[in-house]
């Protein structure tokens, strides 16, 4: 038994070729196998997952997956964020629950998926994500997104800055980085396009926001297992390293 018996389990892989900071980022080779593989893999690997599919607006990503025999969907050019493409996904194809998996994140483990969808299983949860622990060189580091969490673990904000504010450097606050993968049930990502413009989701480029200032709880699961969201040469150099090191 599974802690979300009788609902369906969506994973989508939202995977957008044109990427500002690393071209063609979702179709690059790491450790002899194009990120995206590694990415449809490790979610496939996970048995809470009834279906797992690539949603994509580029036709070489598409033609990528049929090569491999992997789903993929086409979706809408102009999905602003990865939210929205699962959106897009879920005009058509029907799910109970749908786990947004970034198609950056080829460290992806079944384990990540286990925590995100471990408090689905109470019907008041409409929003998960995941947090690990933040490294000291990640704290003030703006790409490092940061969370902060209510006791229950409901978020009270995310920020690219330092949060909390450590006001006499007593540093008894642990810093938890945020990991962009999330499961939304299918209510709340119908109206997640429909929500007002969030002022806060602009200024900080952080979807989630739109959420929590429209007044919708996103739950924070904790896991120990860190990931490396691929954004430049360096980060595919660092992952590929890590990677390589597993088979070893």
């Not at 019907?123 to 690990?132: F, G, I, S």
């Not at 490092?144 to 800055?161: H, P």
């Not at 806060?200 to 896991?223: G, M, W």
Request: aromatic share 6%; net charge negative; charged share 20%.
């Amino acid at each position: 038994m599974t802690p979300i018996q009788n609902q369906r389990v969506l994973g989508v892989i939202p995977a957008r070729l044109a990427s500002t900071r690393l071209s063609r980022k979702v179709l690059r080779e790491i450790a002899g196998q194009p990120m995206l593989g590694w990415v449809y893999h490790a979610a496939r690997a996970c048995p809470l997952l009834d279906q797992v599919l690539i949603a994509t607006d580029s036709e070489e990503v598409l033609e990528f997956a049929q090569r491999y025999s992997l789903p993929a969907i086409f979706t809408p050019a102009d999905c602003a964020s990865g939210s929205d493409r699962v959106h897009a996904v879920a005009q058509s194809i029907a799910a109970d629950i749908y786990v947004n998996i970034q198609g950056d994140e080829p460290l992806l483990r079944p384990e990540h998926l286990d925590a995100l969808l471990a408090p689905m299983s109470d019907p008041a949860v409409q929003v998960a994500t995941l947090a690990t622990d933040c490294t000291p060189a990640n704290i003030a580091n703006p790409n490092a997104v940061k969370v902060v969490t209510s006791a229950s673990g409901r978020a009270l904000y995310f920020s690219r800055s330092t949060i909390p504010y450590d006001r006499d450097h007593a540093g008894s606050i642990p810093y938890r980085k945020h990991l962009g993968i999330y499961a939304y049930r299918r209510e709340a990502l119908q109206r997640f396009p429909s929500l007002p413009p969030s002022a806060l989701e602009a200024t900080e480029k952080l979807e989630q926001l739109r959420f929590l200032e429209n007044d919708i709880d996103v739950h924070v699961s904790y896991t120990p297992f860190d990931t490396i969201g691929v954004d430049t040469e360096e980060d595919l150099q660092a992952v590929e390293a890590l990677l390589l090191s597993r088979r070893s």
